[in-house]
């Protein structure tokens, strides 16, 4: 199987370079320069429509959206390794819409704080600030009861899961998520950041 991550330093596909590292699939990777416009260009429009990274190509059949390109992973390659629940599983479940919390519910509130402090002058208000961070904050907790109960996402073990969700939650408290306030939380993200995988320059 030829597998091709294409992608740019610092961006939306870092967590997916991580999470090929972390399974061990071997990958080719293809840098698109977005700040000179690579993205738009018609050669890469015909295998990402939406014009942005990450995008993977699977025997040169392609796909784009991070999260789907996770959950791709997860269930292509996670299950054989004990990285990702096996289907039929309760787990299983819970592993779907973990995953998708993070990137449109959480992701939505971090969209928002990053419009209140990074985004245009006119977006950039203190008022948005302190309402993302407070709805960052009602997130966090329901995180911070969920791993007060067993060290990881799924249970005992690490999992993909942990990898995906840590990769959003780490990149909130880059924006200034409250996350200090939630100790499990910081404790799991600490671990989760630590892993080998997640060293990786990309
Ligand atoms: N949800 C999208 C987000 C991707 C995204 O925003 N990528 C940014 C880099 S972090 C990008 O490619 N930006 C280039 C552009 O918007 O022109 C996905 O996963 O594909």
């Not at 416009?37 to 699977?58: D, F, H, I, M, S």
């Not at 096996?86 to 819970?94: H, M, S």
């Not at 969920?146 to 909130?172: F, I, N, Q």
């Amino acid at each position: 199987m030829s597998i091709v991550l294409y992608w740019h330093p610092m961006s939306s596909a870092t967590p997916i370079a991580c999470a090929l590292t972390e399974l061990g699939v071997p990958h080719d990777r293809v840098k698109i320069d977005i700040r000179t416009g690579e993205q738009r260009r018609p050669e890469y429009l015909a295998l990402n429509p939406n014009g942005k990274v990450p995008t993977l190509t699977v025997d040169g059949a392609p796909m784009f959206e991070a999260l789907a390109i996770h959950l791709w992973l997860g269930h292509r390659f996670g299950i054989e390794q004990g990285l990702w629940p096996a289907a039929g599983t309760p787990e299983a479940l819970q592993a779907l819409s973990w995953c998708t919390w993070s990137y449109v519910t959480y992701g939505a509130v971090v969209t928002r704080l990053f419009l209140a402090t990074q985004g245009e002058e006119a977006l950039r208000s203190p008022v948005q600030v302190e309402a993302a961070v407070r709805g960052l904050n009602e997130h966090l907790a329901l995180l911070d009861a969920r791993l007060a109960k067993h060290p990881w996402m799924l249970g005992a073990e690490y999992s993909l899961v942990d990898l995906v969700v840590g990769s959003v939650v780490g990149y909130s408290v880059y924006l200034g998520a409250p996350v200090q306030a939630h100790p499990h939380v910081q404790a799991w993200l600490t671990r989760v950041q630590s892993r080998p995988a997640m060293q990786i320059d990309a």
